[in-house]
């Protein structure tokens, strides 16, 4: 019988410096939140998109990974943390981890892959 000893991959926490206070975040983020902020990536570089809504969503998005290590962390005392510029290094700083980035190009694939597929489908109705 094997086992897929999942636990295994989970590695230590990270640790992001503010104003010489010391806030820490899973290495192995959940999904959703992993999926969530490829979202908020893929939104803030679509020029057809709301980039106020995107980054508000990308803003709630770090506060909820932040909130899994410091459950009494306070939304405004969060964002009255955060600069664009810390904002954007702490995303960086995500995706610099090895499992984020291959996780974001496992689901780019996914999309291109069915995007392909959509257009196949509907080119070969096209042609009938």
Do not use: H
């Amino acid at each position: 019988m094997k086992i897929l000893n999942l636990d295994e991959f989970i590695t230590e926490d990270r640790i992001i410096r503010i104003e010489a206070v010391d806030y820490l975040i899973p290495t192995d983020i959940p999904l959703m939140i992993t999926v969530r902020l490829m979202d908020y990536s893929d939104k803030i570089n679509d020029p057809e998109s709301d980039n106020m809504k995107a980054m508000t969503d990308g803003v709630l998005t770090l506060y909820d990974l932040f909130k899994i290590k410091q459950p009494d962390l306070e939304f405004e005392k969060f964002v009255n943390l955060l600069s664009m510029e810390k904002f954007t290094s702490v995303i960086n700083f995500i995706y610099a981890d090895k499992t984020v980035a291959e996780s974001r190009d496992i689901i780019e694939k996914i999309k291109t892959d069915q995007k392909k597929n959509i257009a196949d489908t509907t080119g070969s109705s096209n042609s009938t």
